[in-house]
C-alpha cells in the first residue's frame, strides 16, 4: 500500500534527534520522503523521483556539467546525514538516515534519482504506534530557510501539548541546528531567528504562534510558545504545484571562454569567407531534454536534430565509460573543445555554415 497524499506523520523522536544539520534544500526532500512513504508499511522506504524533480527540490538546475557534478554532491550530502541516539548511561549510537541513493534511468529511459532508507533508521520512520505527529508537505515547501522549517516542526510537534509550551533556549538552539557562536545575543537570535520564522509560519502555514521570554536572572534562559491553528493558509500547496513552480535553471549554462580574434587557424581548418553583417540571432528553439546538455557545449541555435547528430558523432572519438553521467561530460567537453576551435575563427565562419563546420571538425576529430 503506497500513501496517495501530501501527509507526513513524523516520529517526536526523529523529530528531536540532533542529526548532521541540514540544508533548507535536505530539509525538504527529507519532508517530501517522508510524504512518500508509508509509516505503516515498510517496503515503501524507496522512493523514486523524476530526476528533474530532484534537481529542482535541491535547487540545482537543469542537467548541465556543474549540475552533473551538483547531482552526486547532494546525493553524497543526503547519504552523509547521520543522527546520534544517546544511551542511558552517557554513550550513544550513530548510523545514517539514508543507505543508498541511485541514479538510473527507468524502463522507458527516463533518468530518475532512487532513495532507500538505512537498515537502523527504519524505526525512526515505521511501525511507531504513539508519540508522533502529522502535518501536510506543503506547510513547509514555501519556508525559505532552514531555521523556518525547523522552527515549523518543533512547534507542529507540541501544538497539541498544554499551552503554552516552554522550551530552554539552549534546547531549542540545538533543535534548531544553530551553533553557539551563531547570535549569541539573544537579541540577534531573536530578530534573525525566532521573529522572522514567526512571520513566515503565520503567513506560510497551518499554524500561529506567539511566546514570551522567561528569564533566569538577567537573562533570558527559555521561551514560552503558544501555538495555535492557522485556517488563513488552506488549501496547502501540493508537491506537484511547487515543483512545478520552481525554474529549471537556477543560473546561467555555462559561457564559452572569449578566445582573441587573433587565435591561430588550424592547419586541418578550412576557413570559410564570410562578407557583410553578422546575420541576426536565430529564434529560440525548443529543445528535447536528454540533448540540451549537449547543446549547451554548442554555439546557440544549433536545431536538436543538429545537437543529436553531432554528439552521436562525438561519441566515436571517446572512451565511452559505463557510466552515463561520465559519459556525457566526455562528449560535452569534446564539443566544447571544438566550438572553440570554431570560436577562434569565429569572423570567417557564417552562422548558417555553424553546423556543417563543427560536423567535419567533429569527423575529422580536428585538434
Known amino acids: 500500500m503506497v500513501k496517495k497524499d501530501n501527509k507526513i506523520e513524523k516520529r517526536n523522536d526523529l523529530n528531536e534527534l540532533r542529526a548532521r544539520q541540514m540544508t533548507m534544500q535536505q530539509l525538504r526532500f ?77 524502463e522507458s529511459g527516463a533518468w530518475r534519482v532512487t532513495i532507500d532508507a538505512h537498515d537502523k533508521a527504519l524505526p ?37 501539548m498544554t499551552q503554552p509550551v516552554t522550551i530552554q533556549l539552549r534546547e531549542l538552539r540545538e533543535l534548531l541546528g544553530i551553533p553557539e557562536d551563531a547570535y549569541a545575543e539573544y537579541k540577534d537570535f531573536k530578530r534573525r531567528v525566532i521573529d522572522a520564522a514567526q512571520k513566515e509560519i503565520t503567513e506560510q502555514t497551518d499554524i500561529q504562534f506567539s511566546y514570551t521570554p ?16 492557522n485556517t488563513a493558509n488552506f488549501p496547502q500547496m501540493s508537491i506537484a504545484e511547487w515543483i512545478d513552480m520552481q525554474p529549471e535553471s537556477s543560473g546561467s549554462p555555462p559561457a564559452l571562454p572569449e578566445v582573441p580574434d587573433t587565435a591561430p587557424t588550424p592547419e586541418a581548418a578550412p576557413v570559410i569567407s564570410s ?66 576551435l ?20 567533429v569527423a575529422e576529430d580536428w585538434k
Not at 524533480?53 to 556539467?65: A, E, N, P, T, Y
Not at 508522533?132 to 508537505?137: E, K, L, Q
Request: charged share 25%; hydrophobic share 40%; with cysteine.
Open 342 to 361: 570554431m570560436m577562434a575563427q569565429r569572423a570567417a565562419v557564417k552562422p548558417e555554415n555553424r553546423f556543417a563546420w563543427l560536423k567535419k571538425a
Open 30 to 106: 527529507f519532508a517530501i520522503y517522508l510524504s512518500r512513504i508509508n509509516a505503516r508499511d515498510e517496503s515503501t522506504r524507496r522512493v523514486s523521483f523524476p530526476l528533474l524533480d530532484f534537481q529542482k527540490i535541491m535547487g540545482l538546475g537543469r542537467l548541465s556539467v556543474s549540475s552533473i557534478k551538483n547531482i552526486k554532491a547532494a546525493t553524497r550530502g543526503l547519504l552523509c546525514q547521520v543522527v546520534t541516539i544517546p544511551k542511558e548511561n552517557g554513550g550513544y549510537s550513530q548510523f545514517q538516515l539514508f543507505k543508498e541513493c541511485e541514479v538510473d534511468q527507468d
Open 214 to 229: 522567561i528569564r533566569a536572572g538577567h537573562k533570558v534562559a527559555a521561551l514560552a510558545f503558544t501555538i495555535s491553528a
Open 275 to 340: 562578407d557583410g553583417p553578422p546575420a541576426a540571432a536565430p529564434a529560440p528553439v525548443f529543445m528535447p531534454e536528454e540533448l540540451e546538455l549537449y547543446a549547451e557545449a554548442l554555439p546557440e541555435g544549433m536545431t536538436p536534430g543538429e545537437v543529436d547528430a553531432l554528439q552521436l558523432e562525438a561519441r566515436k572519438h571517446i572512451d565511452t565509460p559505463e557510466n552515463r553521467f561520465d559519459a556525457d561530460i566526455k562528449i560535452y567537453e569534446y564539443l566544447q573543445d571544438k566550438t572553440k
Open 124 to 160: 525512526l520512520f515505521f511501525d511507531f504506534k504513539e508519540r508522533y505527529f502529522i502535518y501536510d508537505v506543503g506547510n513547509v515547501l514555501r519556508l525559505s530557510s532552514a531555521n523556518q522549517i525547523r522552527m515549523y516542526e518543533i512547534l507542529k510537534q507540541r501544538q497539541k
